[in-house]
């Protein structure tokens, strides 16, 4: 079984601004795969950046950007430039490489404020 | 874009009541899943779905629970004899099998036992 923790319950950040969100996870196996989602206030979850463990580049989606750290299983997600639509709850997530099971952290509430 | 939907958007039912959950997955995706996210708690897995069977499912999903895909477009979660702590927000999601297998979540039904 794999565990996903979310330290930081609720953080703020001002528009332009960068911002780091925490995540560390805890598994046993050597093939699997990380997951940010964004869930807005009201709409559904939607997926902001993955990676995958074996490989040791950092993901990169516009603004978006992961600090992967395996050894120490941490996968911290980075805003640059926020956005007021960056408002959200986000999750990390994490699965093993059968991907019938997906784990969730408890979430980081971002308020990016004007 | 195609969505994942979900109905109802909200549920209120009596305590030993039955429920049933209603999805519509994207038309193309092969996997179905459901979680649950309590209150101020983790979004937590409960089963995940394939070629008409379960994949895998949680220790949270004991009888009380069923999964069905009655025809080529709904998927719906059952809850049989509800219990106060059944109350939560219930997410489907699918994916259709590709990369990492990228989940789409719908936007939940909030299901409130009384």
């Known amino acids: 079984a794999q565990t996903v923790t979310q330290s930081q319950p609720e953080m703020s950040v001002q528009e332009a601004e960068t911002v780091t969100l925490s995540c560390t996870y805890d598994t046993s196996e050597n093939n699997y795969y990380l997951f940010w989602y964004k869930q807005p206030p009201s709409r559904q979850m939607i997926l902001v950046i993955r990676?995958?463990?074996?490989?040791?580049q950092n993901a990169t989606e516009n603004r978006f950007s992961v600090n992967f750290q395996k050894a120490a299983k941490s996968f911290s997600l980075k805003i640059s430039d926020s956005q007021l639509g960056d408002t959200a709850m986000y999750f990390c997530?994490?699965?093993?490489?059968?991907?019938?099971?997906?784990?969730f952290g408890s979430g980081t509430k971002l308020n990016v404020k004007p | 874009e195609p969505e994942v939907t979900q109905t109802p958007s909200h549920q209120v039912t009596q305590m030993g009541q039955e429920v049933i959950l209603r999805c519509v997955p994207i038309s193309n995706h092969l996997y179905f899943y459901w979680y649950r996210q309590i209150l101020g708690q983790k979004v937590e897995f409960l089963v995940s779905?394939?070629?008409?069977?379960?994949?895998?499912k949680s220790e949270i999903f004991d009888d009380q629970f069923s999964v069905e895909r009655p025809d080529g477009s709904n998927f719906t979660l059952k809850i049989r004899s509800t219990k106060l702590e059944d109350s939560a927000m219930y997410f489907c999601?699918?994916?259709?099998?590709?990369?990492?297998?990228?989940?789409?979540f719908g936007p939940g039904t909030r299901l409130t036992v009384t």
């Open positions: 997530a994490s699965t093993e490489y059968n991907f019938n099971k997906f784990y």
């Open positions: 779905f394939y070629n008409n069977e379960i994949s895998e």
């Open positions: 999601a699918s994916s259709d099998g590709l990369f990492a297998h990228e989940q789409y």
């Open positions: 990676q995958e463990a074996y490989k040791q």
